[in-house]
């Protein structure tokens, strides 16, 4: 039997609050019961979420001299490297 996720459900699915997802524009759902129920496939929304524009996915670190876990190299939504390091840590303010 298939289980469907209703708007509670993919709120949670994604980390957002369930009011939050009359911001997003979600797919078309995969079911509808009713005039109102509507449910989406868990595969549908994990889709969904991971096309979305904003999910760049995790950012790449590497390490540059392996004394610092803060310390690293990553990858910036332009594509180009960005280095980060104690000092320009300390001079980025507050996150």
Known sequence: MKRYLSR???AERIGVKPDTLNRYKLPEPDAQIGARQ??????TIDAWNAS????RGPV???P????SP????????DGRAEI???ATMENAGPA
């Open 8 to 10: 509670p459900e993919v």
């Open 38 to 43: 509507l449910g989406w496939l868990p595969e």
């Open 52 to 55: 979305r524009p904003g999910r």
């Open 60 to 62: 790449k670190r590497e």
């Open 64 to 67: 540059i001299d392996g004394t």
């Open 70 to 77: 803060i310390a690293g190299a990553f990858t910036g939504i």
């Open 84 to 86: 980060i390091t104690p």
